[in-house]
């Protein structure tokens, strides 16, 4: 989902819902960093 490349993902480059962005932006700094990414992928493989 990063489009423009940053290594991160907004609000804007999200493809899902704004509730499932806020779910695993767990810091709340507006991006859902490789970090969150992958500690969110760890918890659905549960």
Not at 22 to 45: C, H, Q, R, V, Y
Request: aromatic letters at 6%.
């Amino acid at each position: 989902m990063d489009r423009n490349g940053g290594g991160d993902v907004t609000l804007k480059e999200f493809l899902g819902e704004k509730a499932d962005f806020e779910k695993l932006d767990t810091n709340k700094d507006g991006f859902i960093e490789p970090g969150e990414a992958k500690a969110a992928k760890a918890e659905s493989a549960e």
